[in-house]
């Protein structure tokens, strides 16, 4: 009997790729919503109000690089997830690591890291914040829901993993309205995109940049995702966790 795993984001565009693969219940795709109270609202829809719990769930989405090595499109398998606030860290499944980087590694489809992430509160935007947490924690990248994630997944007794792929990197700066956006609908995010540029026409180099990297940490979670829900398909809950 093969395993079945729940793969978990926090916007439709760091999984839509794998929407086509989803089609024999084994695994399926939850999206939900930026933040801790959105990733712990959907959570607990997942994991508390079905009644066949997944055997293990990956967490895919967009990270913002700490550290200067990591670039647009790179993957963070992340080992040991912080939280700005929580005393402890979680860590990902060690078996469901070792198969992430099995993947990558038989496929060569670009680079990864094996490192730490960081949990905050909200968007980090600059790269002076990104420099001083590089500095106070051991954290390569940075989002808003990994912890949650895992925490819920812990709580329940489920394998969990987290793999981002880095959108902006530890020196890029972003316009402060760009991390308002992500809570909106794709209508009220192109009015206000518009609105903002055309107060402030110097941001239009800048979200020039970001769209196009948008489109490549897209193509590093597809290409990824769809290799390892593949080899997923093809093994037992007792080869994954031998």
């Known amino acids: 009997m093969g ?26 795709v ?10 712990l609202k959907g959570m607990a829809a997942l994991l508390e109000s079905q009644p066949v719990k997944p055997d293990c769930i990956l967490s895919l989405g967009f990270a913002g690089g700490l550290r200067d090595e990591l670039e647009t499109g790179d993957l963070v398998l992340s080992q040991r ?19 992430a980087k099995d993947v990558l590694d038989s496929s060569g489809t670009g680079r990864y890291a094996i490192a730490d992430s960081l949990t905050v509160p909200r968007a980090v935007l600059g790269a002076e914040e990104k420099g001083r947490l590089a500095i106070a924690t051991p954290s390569s990248v940075v989002n808003m829901e990994d912890y949650w994630v895992a925490q819920s997944s812990a709580k329940h007794g489920i394998p969990f993993l987290s793999v981002r792929a880095v959108l902006d990197t530890a020196e890029q700066e972003l316009p402060p309205f760009v991390a308002r956006l992500e809570h909106k609908s794709a209508l009220t995010r192109a009015l206000r995109l518009g609105a903002n540029v055309a107060a402030r026409p110097g941001y ?17 979670l597809a290409s990824f995702g769809v290799s390892f829900v593949s080899r997923i398909a093809t093994i037992d809950g007792r080869t994954v966790y031998a």
């Open 3 to 28: 395993i079945t795993m729940a793969v978990v984001a926090s916007m439709e565009r760091e999984v839509s790729a794998l929407r086509s693969l989803c089609t024999d219940g084994r695994v399926t």
């Open 30 to 39: 939850h999206v939900t919503g930026v933040g801790k109270d959105m990733a």
């Open 81 to 99: 997830l912080y939280a700005v606030g929580e005393d402890s860290p979680i860590e990902s499944d060690a078996s469901l690591l070792g198969l």
């Open 204 to 220: 239009v180099p800048g979200l020039v940049k970001l769209a196009k990297q948008v489109g490549v940490a897209q193509r590093s």
